[in-house]
């Protein structure tokens, strides 16, 4: 909603210092800083006060904080060791790596988002397994389907955008590459330097990427994906709560105008926080290419793009697995959009070819049709007194059924423990 | 730049009310509701005391902050009068109006900036109206073209948008229709009240548009077209200002890691706002339709999209401007990229073919070439060697710079008062 | 659809030879060349054979079909006439020319098939101007409206589509600066010379713009908002006629599975051709932006970023125009579905604060809402019931008819005389 | 280029038919239908002549071709096989494979582009592995980088985008579902069908993916991330190819106005046709969610999205390998961009710190850079003449040289064996 905006969040300050205490920890664990260094620089980021202005204006001035946060850091440190503060590193290191660490906290909310909201697809999977549906295709009522499978669709998309999730938080390594990027100023050490951060910081070292961008798309494909996702399934819930189909509902809002409207508020808040969240990641995949060594202009605004297309999704997600919670079946409504029978078009037609062959089961679904409409009634009750005989008007709704339950095995896997 | 994003405004109170202020206004003027309570509800809005988690929680359980506002008014206004609070209206007639207001101030102040940042092209088009430069094309050198005429086309550029944004200002009207958009609860009262309305809150009424976005596309037409500005003029900016080529300075910003590099951070600010202006604003064209009477979920996105857009595309024209205004020229560096003279090719092509015809030309062309590269001299010089005799070498500025005149004078329609 | 891509066109030959012969005729008519020049290439136009292989080859060594185009006329013309060929002229003066021309066509196909939709919406408007059906919010049921306000609403869009793509038509003038966009090489002659041609070739003269691309932009918007359009309209269409809802059919289509489904085709081939529509318009505001004097990448592919976009446009159109009329209303099914009287409720609220003021209005409704349920009555009568008395239900539409009438006077004035 | 859109491909006839010869097969396999049967249909599919104009009325009709296919199929089966043609399938399980095996063809052919790229880089990387070259950050020079480090992370790239493209294959999946995407007219053999016919046209079974696409943004965002590696490696081509950098040159194109001017073509189609993949990829990204079983629109859309993005990426990585084959390195131009030192910053900087301690170093430093300002001495000379004494110059690049050496250890395990 406006004015929680997730791009909000000002500089993670908490993430860049950790950069810089990894950085010279780093150094001195392999010999290149004093240990009174690292101690020193240790200790200035942990009691480091800091004029927000400075920030700003070194944005302003730098088109990066970086410079203000380390003048900041090395007037707190005594003047012999101020030199080891950012040592060999360049501001893109501090702000790739931290921005890193804010995309694995904001991945990680995600994925508890999408796993709360899959627990919900599960049990209604579960539970209407083999609940009988008039299946919708087009916008149009189809051969049966099971909300069941419906729902474990969905589940599978969920789990889908899950692994690509997974797969984007492995690839978010260490940025160290000193300022063209190929840690030349470090020289010899810069790889066992490297390797010793990212083991402190928990994150993999997979090299410099200063120019390789390949993981922030990952990210932004995580964000597309979510709010897709988030989008389908919404969209889907306000089409079977029309009140004319009545097959879900939601209790939930109050239109301020007429006093006997209910809205499906958490819906529609999942489905803008979505349309944020896509617009904010797909302009990730359209934003200039780096330039050379560094981008001049898209890379900054990596940040800004990325946490509010994960903040935003995060907030769908969470909207629509309050949707989710709060949902009820209307057996009584699916019954009734059941009663026509269309559904049972196909099995009929399966059936009717079976007796009669390809060219004549045409012509007698034609028979069947014309007196279904003529004496408006419904299909299978026209096709008994058109043949003459029972046809097959059970559903078997086995097959399916099995395909469910491997969603649901799948789903296993990725249940929190939490959740035992 | 982080924790600036232009979406975390929150909801634009001032206008939400004023709208409903106007509202009552209008009907105790055309004899609906009592004078008294038109002002009782006036009073009521001027003295509101709003607890903000109520319209959090209005915006969670109803997907729009409204009902808790109303709420909140009426409880500030006698009983006799309650009624006529939101009389007739929508939620989004409040919201859609309140952020019309929030927009059209946005791009007023967009305005501002487009014109401070074209003011200073204009001066460099006035400056070095003749200053012939290396034109370049596909990233090559090609013919000559004038300093001032690279601004000209830049200024023309920023006047096309400037057009645009006064046509989306006078776009922007007043949204009155109720719960379906159609004035219909109103009845024949609507579309006065309507004109009162307009008139109060000093925007047009063009009838109800809960269903046609134009107005808002129109919008973020502006965004995207001003963020595309500020991009080319910034990455051009940046390409002159390559060291090789040196044509252009900017004095700004040092390098965290490097203490003889200077940072182009207004530029490079300029084009990371831009990017995201474009981003939310391109959402705005992606978004999914308006389903039936009012939309769920793409609507309730615009005023984080527009906001964000026109937030972003501000502070990216702002940037521009502070780069423009330290903008040097080195002549020296212009000249010197002249010197080889490559810049004549097209004028010689047109002497020469002018004396010895076309198929000729093209024969004694390849001579100068070659004589050109073997004896490495200029191209001027070897045509002088290899013809005999003078070709003409001046470069006529006159009709390019009469080009320029012609937008300058665009432009001085365009200037504000408080330049003249 | 497949195979009908719209950017299978091809270089437009008939254009491109225009913007040669029009040049030189132009700089005849200026004294600059001989008559007889004019002549012979004119005539060399005309008569051209060409190896397309030539142009392809052309395009992957120059990135431009032209030079082979030039070489080829060329050819045709006498050895004393050859350096009138394209005297003055760049490459992008006859793609940009060229295509703008396309583009002109284009455009004036998408208004035909625009207003070809528009006057079936017309037609519904008219025919159904007062038929009351249920309001859909939030694709919920809400207050009244009418069928007729509906299709209003969209014809009101359509027809601002149609003035964008009026101004865009306008703005699309002829490109004539040689190879720096300056004009420079024709020097006094340039700007007569370009009157001359525009007037020749029936489009504006606004002065070169291979820097700024705005007109370029302005058709992208119009392929934009036309897509858009056709989406919403399509997408509303398929809700109103799903079979629960029944208020609007369509006969089209089979299904390959199952004899009795009928599919709404026109519907889904517009909503699929405007995806495309949409995509390959927004490209062109993502694109990168121009460097300096002629962008290497992006220039070249906006003709067949915009011809794909107007073709696919034009085809979404089409489609919707086919939709539109096979459109049946049933009667039957918009009274039923109002039947429950859901439909009332806004008006029922203010007829009950007009008699017992707010507050207390508020505590009835609810006694009326919770009768209504306990008794399964429609809200009319339980408010009936309840109130003992006859409260006002009839729904007067004769503002929201104004309003309609205002839309279809307007689209009076868009009317092609043909269909007069 | 115009007129060779990918999108422009027609049906995938070859495909279709395919699918319907494997369902019938593994129909009979499985005891459904008749081998006789399934021979029939094989014999009509393989002999099968068909009026175009039939698929093209029945996409007009049907929004799909399937119909007409099917009855021009079972026109060429004995009546009594006819019933098991498309037997228990419905149109979109064709479309939706025969698609996927166009994908696998297209996918595979952007690989072998992109490995050619790769191996053009891999060469380029190995040649000039430590050739120090300006490093360029925010399109300023700045410290030393390798050329070879710079091919070397445009390979990591590449080799990322082919990693994402072997998981998109791989997940290009069978479909086979029937009308509801359920499998439910099949029943229990639906799987063991499925499975059969998988194994059949060389594609896994994952189950039905009617409603889950999450296979088909795969492959759009393979198309966007080649679309912006070659982007990304063609700019920066061009901008080292500026003549004023003059680090790398082409020989290709020459200009239609300007006889001396080569144009780098094939780098400017490969972004152009860059340009086109992306926003027809990105268009998958932002189209509407697929309604319930079926989607109606977007996903008629989706085969000419992504045949139309997988065959321009294709034609990008083309044009992007020939730029990369004429590729010349002026070593002569790289060492004069170093020749003022500014490389050398860095490492003095570090000298002077580890000398001087960081507080007086930048007082020093200070004083170096005002005496290579005052006497145009280069920084290396200004530093000696200030400290008075020997600082470390060289540069050593063997760190960098072991980041490149890992990626084209990386890059052996997917060279092609025919490059072995």
Chains 1, 2, 3, 4 share one sequence.
């Not at 101690?39 to 001035?61: F, G, K, M, N």
């Not at 060999?88 to 999408?114: C, K």
Request: charged letters at 20%; one cysteine or more; hydrophobic letters at 45%.
């Amino acid at each position: 909603m406006p004015g929680e905006s997730a791009s909000k969040v000002g500089w993670p300050l908490r993430h860049l210092l950790g950069f810089e205490v990894a950085l010279v920890r780093a150094l001195a664990e392999h010999g290149v800083a004093p240990q009174a260094g690292a101690d020193a620089i240790a200790r200035a980021c942990s009691e480091l006060e800091l004029d927000p202005r400075s920030l700003v204006d070194s944005q302003l001035h730098n088109a990066t904080p970086i410079p203000a946060l380390i003048d900041a850091i090395r007037q707190g440190v005594p003047a012999e060791h101020r030199r080891w503060v950012h040592y060999g590193a360049t501001s893109q290191d501090v702000i790739d790596t931290g921005y890193n660490l804010v995309f694995r906290d904001d991945l990680q909310r995600l994925r508890v988002a999408l796993l709360d909201a899959a627990e919900l697809m599960a049990r209604t999977a579960t539970t209407y397994r083999d609940l009988v549906v008039v299946g919708r295709t087009l916008l149009r009522r189809g051969s049966w389907t099971t909300l069941g499978f419906r729902f474990a669709c969905w589940l599978d998309m969920c789990l889908d955008v899950v692994d690509e999730l997974d797969i984007a938080v492995q690839s978010l390594g260490l940025q160290l590459g000193g300022s063209s990027g190929n840690l030349g100023v470090l020289g010899a050490i810069g790889v066992p330097v490297a390797t010793s951060m990212a083991a402190e910081l928990g994150i993999p070292w997979l090299g410099p990427w200063q120019v390789n961008r390949h993981q922030r798309y990952r990210v932004a494909f995580v964000g597309v994906l979510a709010a897709r996702l988030v989008d389908q399934v919404a969209i889907n819930l306000l089409l079977l709560s029309q009140e004319e189909l009545g097959e879900l509902t939601f209790g939930e809002g109050d239109s301020s105008s007429m006093p006997n409207k209910h809205n499906p508020a958490s819906v529609v808040n999942a489905r803008s926080a979505a349309r944020i969240a896509l617009s904010l990641g797909a302009g990730m995949f359209t934003a200039p290419p780096v330039e050379l060594e560094r981008s001049a202009g898209s890379w900054q605004a990596e940040p800004d793009l990325l946490t509010g297309a994960l903040g935003h999704a995060i907030a769908a997600a969470d909207a629509l697995g309050n949707s989710l919670s709060g949902l009820e079946v209307s057996r009584a409504s699916v019954a009734a959009n059941l009663s026509d029978e269309l559904y049972l078009s196909e099995t009929l037609k399966v059936a009717l070819e079976s007796r009669f062959g390809y060219d004549e089961a045409r012509a007698v679904m034609r028979q069947i049709l014309d007196y279904s409409r003529s004496k408006n009634l419904p299909l299978g009750s026209a096709a008994h007194a058109v043949v003459n005989s029972d046809l097959p008007t059970e559903i078997a709704t086995q097959s399916t059924g099995s395909l469910i339950d491997q969603t649901l095995v799948r789903f296993q896997r990725y249940r929190r423990i939490s959740n035992g």
